[in-house]
T-cell receptor, first 112, second 115 residues
Framework: KQEVTQIPAALSVPEGENLVLNCSFT??????LQWFRQDPGKGLTSLLL?????REQTSGRLNASLDKSSGRSTLYIAASQPGDSATYLC???????????FGTGTRLKVLA | ETGVTQTPRHLVMGMTNKKSLKCEQH?????MYWYKQSAKKPLELMFV???????ENNSVPSRFSPECPNSSHLFLHLHTLQPEDSALYLC??????????????FGEGSWLTVV
């Protein structure tokens, strides 16, 4: 059974710092992996999608990497800003469908 | 404007009540989903509809009853719920059930409290 773990559960950093969020999954036979952002009391916004054949994706200050063999993904946020404060969720699917298995998220707070 | 609108945003109901959550997507998508998000637990997929046909029921109790009258609307009918059903219910939509290269869009959720 696929399980997704995100560490740390919560993180506080000063503004301007570069940071890394971690995601690990137990079954390496994934189809793709997505990183999402969730603001308090709101829905999820897709940030980056990595197909199983890819090793990384970039969007602005965000870079997500994927190492299938070790069951790991990282989300790198450069030059963090207070507006980046949110919960970041990682999700994987093994079936090529939207039947995603989600982690419990990392709650990020960027201090001004 | 997320393109996926959920109503109501907040709902308090007793265990004997019957209520419904509504979701509408304005993106022209063919697949719609209900997810449940409880405190301290990962997001759980409940139901999937693809072209109005239910393609997934993730062992959800029968006190939750989905309805998809067309590709733009999705309902979740609630009856005789339990306090442990209190959670954030998220609706989502995507161009198709195949996630390859497609983005999934979420609504802002309906906060449900069962008393």
């Amino acid at each position: 059974k696929q399980e997704v773990t995100q560490i740390p559960a919560a993180l506080s950093v000063p503004e301007g710092e570069n940071l890394v969020l971690n995601c690990s999954f137990t079954d390496s036979a994934i189809y793709n992996l997505q990183w999402f952002r969730q603001d308090p009391g709101k829905g999820l916004t897709s940030l980056l999608l990595i197909q199983s054949s890819q090793r990384e994706q970039t969007s602005g200050r965000l870079n997500a990497s994927l190492d299938k063999s070790s069951g790991r993904s990282t989300l790198y946020i450069a030059a963090s800003q207070p507006g980046d404060s949110a919960t970041y969720l990682c999700a994987v699917t093994t079936s090529g469908t939207y039947k995603y298995i989600f982690g419990t998220g990392t709650r990020l707070k960027v201090l001004a | 404007e997320t393109g996926v609108t959920q109503t109501p945003r907040h709902l308090v109901m007793g265990m004997t009540n019957k209520k419904s959550l509504k979701c509408e997507q304005h993106l022209g998508h063919n697949a719609m989903y209900w997810y449940k998000q409880s405190a301290k637990k990962p997001l759980e997929l409940m139901f999937v509809y693809n072209f109005k046909e239910q393609t997934e029921n993730n062992s959800v109790p029968s006190r939750f009853s989905p309805e998809c009258p067309n590709s733009s609307h999705l309902f979740l009918h609630l009856h005789t719920l339990q306090p442990e059903d209190s959670a954030l219910y998220l609706c989502a939509s995507s161009q198709g059930w195949d996630s390859s290269g497609n983005t999934i869009y979420f609504g802002e959720g309906s906060w449900l409290t069962v008393v």
